[in-house]
């Protein structure tokens, strides 16, 4: 076999190896950004659907996951996905689990 012929096999082999690499990339990463934008849009309709119903009490209620999915057309799991990850919401512990509530101010 040529020499030229094998320098152009392993070149076209690597220079392919490496697109795909680069392609594959940059596709987790469109992803990644997608499910970042959807997580913060799906956070801030919630956030801002609690502080809406929230009323003029001087601490916060507590509400269910349930009662919040519902409200908000998302799944039971998303809600608890969202509202344990965002700062802004505090989680009942003890007696009434599965329940959230927006943190107070001097928290």
């Not at 082999?13 to 680069?22: E, H, I, S």
């Not at 392609?23 to 499910?35: D, E, K, M, R």
């Not at 999915?69 to 007696?95: K, Q």
Request: glycine share 8%.
């Amino acid at each position: 076999m040529d020499q030229e012929l094998i320098n152009d096999i392993i070149s076209t082999t690597v220079g392919g190896a490496a697109g795909g690499a680069v392609a594959g990339l940059a596709l987790y990463g469109v992803q990644q950004a997608h499910v970042w934008l959807v997580d913060k849009r799906d956070t801030k309709r919630v956030l801002d659907w609690m502080k809406e119903n929230a009323g003029e009490y001087a601490n916060w209620p507590f509400l269910t996951t349930r009662y919040i999915a519902s409200c908000n057309n998302l799944t039971e799991d998303r809600v608890r996905y969202l509202c344990s990850h965002c700062p802004e919401i505090y989680m009942s512990r003890g007696i009434n689990e599965d329940q959230w509530t927006l943190k107070l101010d001097d928290e």
